[in-house]
């Protein structure tokens, strides 16, 4: 079976572009996960969404973060405009999200992302 | 508010001993799910155990297994024949036992593994 699939594994760009981050989560999952991990802050959780509607956003920095999940089979997180302290790796995970026992979270690859 | 503690920023073992990596949490809820992650050099996360706040074992994934202390809040990873390529960063976690609440990460334990 295929894992979280994320995409692009690795972006650089400039300051002010505009970056978007997807994120395919395990089929029949019903809850994903955005997270973010930096060597300061270490492993942050920006957004979580419960089948298809976002539960918690508390965790996205600013409003120049957004995040969407149109269906049940994709997800994105939009960054613009970009900064350089946005650099950082962005882990999308999801969870079978049926009632309410701890769940194991299941985690992509990361996108590096790079903003000079 | 709930809160993840891995003290040890860095543990060196050789391989084939066993090493145990602390983690110590801190939450009012009494029904919550402990796991331990393995992050490689190459990045991903990897889920190597769980443990349930109302599980009466410790829970036990072939090498791996998790000294679960309720009364001192602390879940430590134990892992038994160290090989070289457990040599990672470990991560133990928290989530509350409600639907849709998600993970929170300690800072992390770096395990070197030598021969």
């Known amino acids: 079976d295929a894992g979280v699939i994320q995409s692009p594994r690795h972006e650089v760009t400039e300051m002010g572009q505009e970056v978007t981050l997807r994120c395919k989560p395990i089929s029949g999952h019903n809850s994903l996960f955005w997270y973010r991990q930096t060597m300061m802050r270490g492993l942050e959780l920006l957004i979580y969404?419960?089948?298809?509607?976002?539960?918690?956003d508390s965790g996205m920095p600013e409003d120049r973060f957004s995040a969407k999940m149109p269906n049940a089979s994709f997800s994105t997180l939009k960054i613009q405009p970009s900064e350089p302290r946005d650099s950082a790796v962005y882990f999308c995970a999801s969870s079978l999200g049926r009632g309410n026992r701890p769940e194991t979270q299941y985690f992509g690859p990361g996108t590096r992302l790079l903003v000079l | 508010a709930q809160k993840i503690t891995q003290t040890q920023p860095g543990m060196f073992v050789q391989e084939k001993e066993a090493v145990t990596l602390d983690c110590t949490y801190d939450t009012s809820d009494p029904s919550y799910g402990l796991f331990w992650y393995k992050q490689p050099s190459s990045g991903e996360m990897i889920f190597l155990i769980y443990q349930g706040s109302y599980d009466q074992q410790n829970a036990t994934e072939g090498r791996y297994s998790l000294n679960f202390q309720k009364a001192r809040k602390s879940a430590n990873l134990v892992i038994s024949a160290s090989q070289l390529g457990d040599s990672a960063m470990y991560f133990c976690a928290m989530r509350l036992n409600q639907a849709g609440t998600a993970l929170i990460f300690g800072k992390g334990t770096t395990l070197s593994v030598s021969s």
């Open positions: 969404f419960n089948n298809n509607v976002p539960i918690d």
